[in-house]
């Protein structure tokens, strides 16, 4: 039999974080980490369990990530978010988005698209 055995770690984001609020950040992690284990034993893919606790912890607005994201000198959120596939090598990711709740889901969009092969305007995936 094969073992699968691995690890899920998640962060609450980078920047400052206030020790008062320590129960929550802590709260969140568990939450999105219970989620990717229960999603990993019940055999969904890699994917699918990373976009799906990324989502929870863009959701919370106790994150440095998606609801709860710090605020930028003019006062918006930007949004980063970025993902790899073990299998294919590839990766993709965006940058500083505006108005969108669940960034990790464009990247995984992008990153579906480079799966396809063939790019629109002529790109092609890096490899």
Known sequence: ????EGV????????????SKEADY????KLACARGIEM??????????LVAVMKILEDDPF?????GSNLT?????????SIMDGKTRL??????????????EAAHCL???QMKGKMPLGRVPPW
Do not use: W
Not at 1 to 4: D, L, T
Not at 40 to 49: D, G, K, P
């Open 111 to 113: 990153l579906k698209e």
């Open 8 to 19: 899920i770690a998640v962060h609450v984001g980078a920047g400052y974080h206030a020790p």
């Open 1 to 4: 039999m094969i073992s699968r």
């Open 91 to 104: 990766s993709a990711s965006v940058g500083a988005l505006q108005g969108v709740k669940n960034p990790i």
């Open 40 to 49: 990993l034993q019940s055999r969904s893919s890699s994917l699918a369990t």
């Open 73 to 81: 000198f003019h006062g918006t959120v930007e949004c980063d978010a």
């Open 63 to 67: 994150t440095n990530s998606g609801t």
């Open 26 to 29: 802590n709260q969140a992690c």
